[in-house]
């Protein structure tokens, strides 16, 4: 199966297929209740209506109430030393807190990182396919996969469900032969490389906060504590961010865990300072 | 069955008056309520739910648990639309069966939950209405609960609640559990038989206050020793 899988024995067509999943949807219309498909992943759809707002029609019956696990803000930015990512960890489903303790960085490998906004289930699924393709690249051409090409896959993987209700920000971040990479991509098919982003329903405070102290030759432990307040005074003003803020720094030879601060004592700390 | 616009708000009586043509269509969901819960502890894991099985002001049932036996160290509870959660116990099942055929060995809680949060994306566009919490012991034989949103966003937690009175119970369970919003406690780990308690009491309180909950209370024990079950009878009121 998985021998099979990596050793690459196929014919063109069938290795485009692999890679570029986004060729060709596998949407059936026809509820497949034993999805079984443990090579190629088969999405079930519901019949004659459009899959972005099925939900929210199903949501107005009988007291059924489907919330998904959504909310975030996320930041990440390249300066002299590497790339700063720094998450928060709040999720919401409705109005209501599901939980206050996710990790929304998916470490991919030890030299990339995606970060995760929007559907939490769109993120997760998504970015660990990412991590597989990946890692097949890697075990197929010998050589490890560029931040340019894997945000590029993981950018096709979306434009193949374009228009169907995926909701998902996210940020690949990695060092690799041109040095530190950060790109940003989207649902929609989106992708952009720069300087710095940040994604999510707080995204406008964070750009504030970080607009305004950034500089291209910060030392490292500037860099962090200006990626800690900016998702600190993000998670201060909206709702839907909360809980810890996670920082990770992409050096030269791979990523570290920079730190896991609560919110509260953060903003405790910064309002000592500010009156 | 067919649900009806009847009952918008379950609970609410419904304002009776023309509000002009309303358009009545086909759900294929229904929600059929009860609670599930599941706690982790060192070397123990919980799984609790109540038995009831309602449709909007109907009880169908007074005697449908929501745990299901997985393995011999895993436990899933379901709650949401109970057809859902039929077919998707059975996939699960047939899966698991799969796994042992073709690798020799049962899976484990961990590798269960990536699963299940595969299964649950594949019908990323249809969703199953099922709120999943899985409970058993990892493979170091510590304790493991993992939660799962209906399309399959899942992490691991120590104690979580899911179904129709979760939003009771989780400030409860972070109060006593957690430790959260209390000065100057000392963290006591968790003991199996404090723990068992404390689920107890725990249902006995949403049993008061969610209509959906009550009749009675299933609670499966995982340890090393194996899956150990107690029924405790709530308020059938």
Aim: glycine share 10%; charged share 20%.
């Amino acid at each position: 199966m998985a021998l099979f899988q990596v050793s690459g024995l196929k014919s063109y067509a069938e290795l485009r297929e692999q890679i570029l999943p986004a060729r060709q949807t596998h949407l059936f219309d026809r509820t497949n209740h034993y999805n079984f498909g443990t090579k190629t992943q088969e999405f079930a759809v519901p019949l004659g209506v459009d899959p972005s707002g099925f939900l929210g029609t199903c949501s107005r019956d009988g007291g059924v109430s489907i919330d998904l696990n959504h909310g975030t803000t996320t930041l990440a930015f390249k300066f002299r030393h590497g790339v700063i990512v720094a998450v928060d960890s709040r999720a919401s489903a409705g109005r209501y807190l599901a939980s206050n303790d996710v990790n929304k960085v998916i470490e991919i490998n030890p030299y990339l990182l995606g970060t995760m906004s929007g559907s939490a289930a769109d993120c997760q699924y998504w970015e660990r396919l990412l991590a597989k393709e990946c890692r097949l690249y890697r075990l197929r051409s010998n050589h490890r996969i560029s931040v340019a090409a894997a945000s590029k896959l993981l950018c096709n993987m979306m434009l193949g469900y374009r228009g169907m209700g995926l909701s998902m920000g996210s940020m690949i971040c990695g060092w690799d032969k041109e040095g530190p990479g950060l790109y940003y991509v989207d649902d929609r098919g989106t992708r952009l490389s720069g300087r710095m982003f940040s994604t999510g329903c707080g995204s406008s405070y964070a750009y504030g906060v970080v607009d305004s102290g950034y500089r291209e030759d910060m030392a490292v432990e500037e860099a962090y504590e200006l990626g800690r307040r900016g998702i600190a005074h993000a998670t201060h003003r909206d709702a839907y961010s909360g809980g810890a803020v996670n920082m990770y720094h992409m050096q030269q030879d791979g990523w570290i865990k920079v730190c896991k601060d609560d919110v509260s004592e953060l903003i405790h700390r910064y309002r000592k300072g500010m009156f | 069955m067919l649900s009806s616009n009847a009952f918008v708000d379950p609970g609410k009586m419904k304002d009776y008056h023309y509000t002009g043509p309303v358009e009545h269509r086909f759900s294929p969901y229904s929600f059929n309520g009860g609670t599930v819960l599941a706690v982790a502890g060192e070397d123990f894991a919980i799984v609790a739910s109540d038995t009831r099985l309602s449709e909007g002001y109907s009880i169908h049932s007074r005697d449908s648990p929501k745990c299901y036996k997985l393995t011999d160290t895993t436990v899933i509870g379901c709650s949401g639309f109970h057809g859902d959660c039929l077919t998707l116990t059975k996939i699960i099942d047939a899966r698991l069966k799969m796994y042992k055929h073709s690798n020799n060995k049962t899976m484990t809680s961990g590798a269960i939950a990536a699963m299940l949060s595969t299964i649950l994306y594949g019908r990323r566009f249809f969703p199953y209405y099922v709120y999943n919490i899985i409970g058993g012991l990892d493979e170091h034989g510590k304790g493991a609960v993992y939660s799962f949103d209906p399309v399959g966003s899942y992490q691991r937690d120590t104690y979580k609640a899911g179904g129709s009175a979760s939003a009771m119970l989780q400030p409860l369970l972070d109060n006593q559990i957690g430790f959260k919003n209390m000065e100057g406690v000392q963290h006591v780990p968790l003991t199996q038989d404090k723990a068992v308690q404390l689920v107890k009491d725990v249902f006995i309180s949403a049993a008061e206050r969610d209509v959906y909950t009550g009749d009675a209370l299933r609670v499966c024990i995982i340890t090393k020793e194996g899956i150990s079950e107690q029924t405790v009878p709530l308020r059938k009121d």
